[in-house]
């Protein structure tokens, strides 16, 4: 299995709403990685997971809140984001930092 | 600081034909790997090839292959006999070596690839 699956495909969410997005891989990487990417533009980094813990948080808004429960697993929680945050929202994984990045299908987040 | 620059915003390619997407960068590391990335209208990225900072060889993947010239920072990727489901936008990226610095994948501008029947 080398596929990074990704839910749902497309959000949309009000102002107020809670929400999470969810990225799996079996992998077996231990990086995990949450990128946001606005529409012409390349994906930026937003979170990196190492061995499940925490290793970068690129100064993102903590209306971003990510979450990595298991080596498998990464969440993206949502909650009072604002309509400039609506993006394509990409997960991916790695062996390790030197790796190349398997990429998930993403997730097109509207907030209204 | 890192730096990744891809001065072609758009380029067309005949049917058949190869094509050379240009990409230059910039860092002060001297272990470093830079990718190749597609990124079709569906949105997902898909890799498409890998040069390493101290690799000797040019890269090559089926259809496509890298220029690296590290003298010139320069890691141009090739595609030979372009498909009309080459149409993407394409991609480049470096990330560096040292520490936590090998996490930040940073990606250029990107390459529109349209190709014509």
């Known amino acids: 299995d080398t596929e990074v699956t990704q839910t749902p495909k497309h959000l949309v969410m009000g102002m107020t709403n809670k929400k999470s997005l969810k990225c799996e891989q079996h992998m077996g990487h231990r990086a995990m990685y949450w990128y946001k990417q606005k529409a012409k533009k390349p994906p930026e980094l937003m979170f990196v997971?190492?061995?499940?813990?925490?290793?970068i948080n690129e100064s993102v808004p903590s209306r971003f809140s990510p979450e990595c429960p298991n080596s498998s697993l990464l969440n993206l929680h949502l909650h009072a984001l604002q309509p400039e945050d609506s993006a394509l929202y990409l997960c991916?994984?790695?062996?390790?930092?030197?790796?190349?990045?398997?990429f998930g299908p993403g997730t097109r987040l509207t907030v209204l | 600081a890192q730096k990744i620059t891809q001065t072609q915003p758009g380029m067309f390619v005949q049917e058949k034909e190869a094509v050379t997407l240009d990409c230059t960068y910039d860092?002060?590391?001297?272990?470093?790997?830079l990718f190749w990335y597609k990124q079709p209208s569906s949105g997902e990225m898909i890799f498409l090839i890998y040069?390493?900072?101290?690799?000797?060889q040019n890269a090559t993947e089926g259809r496509y292959s890298l220029n690296f010239q590290k003298a010139r920072k320069s890691a141009n990727l090739v595609i030979s006999a372009s498909q009309l489901g080459d149409s993407a936008m394409y991609f480049c990226a470096m990330r560096e070596g040292l520490g936590t610095g090998g996490f930040k994948t940073i990606f250029g501008a990107g390459t529109r690839l349209f190709v014509k029947a």
């Open positions: 040069q390493g900072s101290y690799d000797q």
């Open positions: 997971y190492s061995y499940e813990k925490l290793s």
């Open positions: 991916a994984s790695s062996r390790d930092r030197m790796d190349r990045r398997f």
């Open positions: 860092t002060s590391d001297p272990s470093y790997g």
